[in-house]
């Protein structure tokens, strides 16, 4: 099996993993489920009290609901502030939504990291920057806009390639099809895929490929039937995108030159489903 390019730091690398397999919480941002497991089951009792109870938790997820039936994969995300809450809102939200595959990581200029974790809709986020639950929101979107605000600003616009090392076989001419491609492309194109694993890349050629691109921001994990990793190199419109069996052996290593690339993204179709299925759970809850 080919080794896979590492493109992001241990310490984020971990926490994504973290987050993706729920070492830390089945809850991206809120241990003691316990609470909000007594709320749910409240709710089936009486969701009139619990509306009366948590109106702001009710508001947000009815509003999260309504931008997530007009929402369009192209379209601006819309974002909803969850420091007004209490901790039991907070956890009501967190119950209501769950826990969906997706899970990731964000670096910030200052070093700190923005937590962000699908829902079991897709299309819906919740998003923290930080430790503390005042900068916490939901966000409704094909994805958190961070993740692109932090592959644009905090990636180098250029791609320098130094002489290739001892042993090098095909590295060269692969680090000048990504700066070339890196550098033409413009939003609103289709991405450019370099499949690693079909080409005759020696452990020295992937290493100087690594050094070369640099680590990125981003960081996101897909945890289903098999493992996916998407991130962003050092170099803007760069992304790795890596898929891992059940052994954790990769299968397929790319290189995607565009946008964020389009696994990661929720469809117009995702967000019809979830407003479908987030109407019934509201209703469920709350009525």
Known sequence: MKTAIRVISDGADG???DLATGTRSLDVFYSGLTSARALAKRAWRDGNELARTYPNATAVLSNAAAAVARQR????????GLANLSDPERK????V???????GVVALPDGSLAQIRESVLAG???????????????EVGAIPQIVRRAA???????????PAPVGAMNVQPVLAEIRERARGWRFGMRAHVINLTLLPMSVIDLAFLQQSLGNGPVQLIFRGYST????????????????????DNIILDTLEIGDVPIVALAADEDFQDSAERMQEIIE???T
């Open 73 to 80: 994969s192209g379209a601006r995300t819309q974002l909803y």
């Open 152 to 162: 644009t600003d905090l990636t180098s616009v250029d791609l320098a390639i130094g």
């Open 92 to 95: 009501l939200i967190a119950e």
């Open 97 to 103: 939504l769950g826990a969906g595959e997706v899970a």
């Open 124 to 138: 819906i986020w919740r998003v923290r920057i930080g430790s503390g639950p005042a900068r916490e929101y939901l």
């Open 15 to 17: 926490a994504a993993n």
């Open 284 to 286: 469920a809850y709350f």
């Open 228 to 247: 996916c990793r998407v991130q962003a190199t050092g170099i803007r419109n760069v992304w790795s995108v890596q898929f891992f069996n059940s052994t």
